[in-house]
């Protein structure tokens, strides 16, 4: 993604698609945040997207404290050289990264502020994949609501940064 831009996408780790591939969110799950960002008129390569560990766990289980510490300081290093404004937590694991013992469906759709970051919890789209009937559109409206809000603030904060070429 774009080494500059103030808004970046933290999800938890590849999966079987992404760890093929070497790169983030290009399976099932990429497609639909591309979707996503499409339709926010944002044009994916504009925004910086990556993962909180960068190795797929076995059986594409949760990663645990111990791996995500193993890859912090990775993702540490990207933020220090993109310096963000705003941060999108795509689920769970990267929520719990910046919020300890935070739960995704008491967090998402407020903000906090860690680090020097404004941050956004949201539903992991592979999460949103799963849903059904209402309880999709109920989740697709709630990840809609989050994504708008981030992308304003980082358009607040960088009035002067294309989102789309």
């Known amino acids: 993604g774009a080494l500059n831009s103030p808004l970046v996408l933290i999800g ?3 999966g079987l698609e992404e760890d093929k ?3 983030p969110f290009v399976g099932k799950a990429g497609q639909l945040l591309t979707t996503i960002l499409n339709k926010l008129e944002i044009q994916r390569e504009r925004v910086y997207i990556t993962n ?4 797929r766990p076995p059986n594409n289980r ?8 193993a890859c912090s300081q990775n993702l540490q290093l990207e933020l220090s ?3 963000p404004k705003v941060i999108i937590a795509l689920g769970a694991v990267p929520l ?3 919020k300890p013992d935070s739960s995704i469906v008491r967090t998402r759709g407020q903000w906090i502020n860690s680090r020097e970051y404004w941050i ?11 849903q059904q009937g209402q309880t999709l559109n109920k989740i697709k409206w ?3 609501q989050d994504f708008n809000k981030a992308i304003n603030k980082a358009k607040e904060m960088c009035p002067e940064y294309k989102f789309y070429v």
């Open 62 to 69: 949760t990663p645990l404290k111990k791996e995500i510490l």
């Open 96 to 98: 719990n990264y910046f």
């Open 120 to 130: 956004m919890p949201t539903f992991h789209p592979a999460y949103i994949l799963r």
């Open 81 to 83: 050289i993109i310096q």
């Open 21 to 23: 591939m070497g790169h």
């Open 142 to 144: 709630a990840v809609w």
């Open 12 to 14: 938890e780790g590849p």
């Open 52 to 55: 909180i560990i960068k190795c």
